[in-house]
């Protein structure tokens, strides 16, 4: 799925001390996008047609955000991304303005920072549109950061959910699904370290709370969310050095029973 190859080379490149080479990396670059979207921040989207793509290159920030013509063609969920590409600019717009200053007093060179935010689709069941996002972000220092997000879209209803609104509770999500979740993570931070971690010697030795991840609902060509990703960011889970760590859980019949009754015909079992 494109959104899990985003979300694990976004980090690779943010050793990178370019701010350009970062948002290359997350597939944010726009050298390609000319036929989806112009470089302009004010470009108004047309329903039914491309990605929606924004970049804004000005002085001391490397901008873009972008998000799928799934989202793009639903009035209402283009009309909120708008809002948080418009939010995310004006916060970064303010940390450059705070940053220039800063350098200017205290008389070192500015280094440009970057915002890269990208959205794809990474599931659809009747009802409900699924989302994952990949943001990297630098403000100067020895390298950027990478953090992940996750929503639901809510067709019916015309709005947004988190991922935990879909279950009955955050401890019903964490009851079905704690135990393979933390197995997987133990099993994939020895691989990555090269040994397994030792609770009160590796302070990465813990399994995070499911609140600490982007929880992505996932479904495969037949319909229906079958598997669900848990992205733990970089520091979350493990050191700036092992990356993000995604581990995909097959939907199970203890997940469908975490689920509200009003959405369990959104999941299926078995996975791919």
Partial sequence: MKWMVMAGVSL????????????????LDGSDKAKEASATEDETPVAGADPRVIEVNGEGLSFTYEWPAKAAQIEELNALMEEKSAAALAEYQGYVAEGMADAKKYDYRFNPYMFGMGWELAGEAEGLLSLAGAKSTYTGGAHGNAFYEALVWDKAAKAVLATSDVFA??????????????????????ERVGREMTAGTDIF???????????????????????IDFVAAPYVAGSYAEGEYLVALTVTDAVVEAVKPEYRANFTTGGS
Avoid at 171 to 184: G, I, N, S
Avoid at 205 to 226: K, M, Q
């Fill in 12 to 27: 690779a490149v943010m050793a990178c001390s370019s701010p350009q080479d970062v948002s290359a990396g997350i597939g």
């Fill in 169 to 190: 509770s955050p401890e019903a999500l964490d009851l079905a699904v704690r135990e393979p979740y933390c197995t997987k993570l133990s099993e994939m931070r020895a």
């Fill in 205 to 227: 030795a813990s399994c995070p709370a499911l609140s600490e991840l982007a929880i992505v609902l996932v479904s495969s060509e037949a319909g229906g969310f079958d598997q």
